[in-house]
Structures are given as structure tokens and as C-alpha cells.
């Protein structure tokens, strides 16, 4: 497999690395509701895409806290691996969870993960050591440091290493391709008016006042003017 082939839904698995709230808490390069918007919008992309999915955890019980309860509501018939170790490619679970989904020719590794300069640094870097197959594809903005200055070398270093980086939209774009691709094309453009922002608030600007499409919520009628006298 090649750096130079896109991520489509056949070659991609996804890890997301310890998505905590005490984890969240220390971040400091992202807004930490942007943040979890992106991972959120990124699980809900792989779903659409049917991209098998690890969700692992450090020390839950006694400092990380619970996984973000929207993205595991995303997929809520999968197992969470647990982990003492910062880096989880010291877990025999998580090396075999991926190892498995590349068994089906799933090499390319898509990864979101808290914090940057440490767990998924640690992760890329061993993971690549190890098997030297996979390819780790770091996704930028639904990670995040414990300052810019921290995820920005963190995100150098393992761009050095061979790592790719990107962003969520870009691989959830990536995975549709095609806007002919009509069996995911309605999940897509749903998810994007979510999760989006501006690009999601055009699709709706673009639907209803150009293509004169119905509101996507019903409400009350519309009142006015009426200007005061």
C-alpha cells in the first residue's frame, strides 16, 4: 500500500486514544467544544462508512473519567480497550485490534487521540517501528496538546516520522469521493450540516433558498414584521 493512495472505506480503520474528559481538561490547542465536535463528527463519519473502529482508554476509574458519552453513543456495540500504559501500543488488545482489521487490508490507520505530544506521538512512532506496514494518518484537529506549541512540535515530529497528517473533514471527504456515490451521499450531507459549520450552514442556506428545499426542523409560524408604533 502507498502513501500516495487516498483513504477510502475498504483500505481505513480508526482508532480513537483515550477521548476523556480529564484528558479534554488539559488541553489547551484547540477549544475543547470544537474538539469534541470534531471527534464526534469523525466517529459519526466512520459509522456511515461502516470503517471498523478501536476505542481505547487509559485509567478510567481512577483519574480519565468516561469516554465521551456522544461519541460512544455513536457506536454502542463496541467494546472500550483498557489501558494502564500512556502509550497503547503497549497493549496486547489494541496491537491485536488493529492487527485484525489489517488482516482484511485495513494498513491505513487513521488516528484521534488525547493529548498529542504524548499518547498519540508515542503510538504513531512505535506502531510505525513495529510494523513498518501500517500507515498512521493523525488527525490534526480532533487531537489535541497541552498547548499549540506542544501539539504543533508533537504533530512535526511524527510528520518527520512518516506520519500524515489531516483533518476530519478531509477524511470524511475523502472516504465519500464521489458526490455520485448516492448510498452515502444524504448520510454525508446530514452529518456535515452538524457538524460542519459554515460548510454545513451553506448546504442549508443552499438547499432551501436556492433549491427550495423544506426546512430540515418545523416550528412555529413566522410572525412580522410589525414595526412598533
Given amino acids: 500500500m502507498s502513501k500516495l493512495e487516498v483513504l477510502t472505506p475498504a483500505n481505513s480503520q480508526l482508532i480513537f486514544i483515550d477521548q476523556q474528559p480529564q484528558m479534554a481538561f488539559g488541553v489547551q490547542s484547540i477549544d475543547r467544544q470544537t474538539l469534541k465536535n470534531n471527534v464526534v463528527g469523525l466517529a459519526k463519519a466512520a459509522k456511515i462508512f461502516n470503517i471498523p473502529t478501536t476505542i481505547t482508554t487509559v485509567e478510567t476509574q481512577s483519574f480519565s473519567g468516561n469516554t465521551y458519552p456522544e461519541l460512544l453513543a455513536v457506536f ?37 487521540g488525547l493529548w498529542t505530544e504524548v499518547c498519540n506521538t508515542t503510538f504513531a512512532l512505535s506502531a510505525l517501528h513495529d510494523v513498518p506496514d501500517y500507515e498512521i494518518y493523525m488527525v490534526a484537529d480532533a487531537s489535541g496538546g497541552t498547548s499549540s506549541d506542544a501539539h504543533k512540535y508533537a504533530m512535526d515530529r511524527m510528520v518527520q516520522a512518516g506520519v500524515i497528517p489531516v483533518t476530519w473533514q478531509q477524511v470524511l471527504l475523502e472516504w465519500q469521493r464521489d458526490w455520485a456515490r448516492k448510498e452515502t451521499y ?39 414584521p410589525n414595526p412598533a408604533k
Fill in 186 to 224: 444524504d448520510a454525508v450531507t446530514t452529518l456535515v450540516k452538524e457538524h460542519s459549520g459554515a460548510y454545513g450552514m451553506g448546504i442549508d442556506y443552499a438547499y432551501t433558498m436556492v433549491h427550495g428545499a423544506e426546512e430540515r426542523v418545523k416550528h412555529g409560524k413566522r410572525i412580522g
Fill in 76 to 112: 454502542p456495540e463496541n467494546d472500550i480497550l483498557e489501558r494502564t500504559s500512556m502509550n497503547s501500543w503497549d497493549d496486547q488488545n489494541v496491537r491485536d485490534a488493529l492487527a485484525k482489521n489489517a488482516a482484511d487490508g485495513r494498513r491505513k490507520i487513521v488516528v484521534s
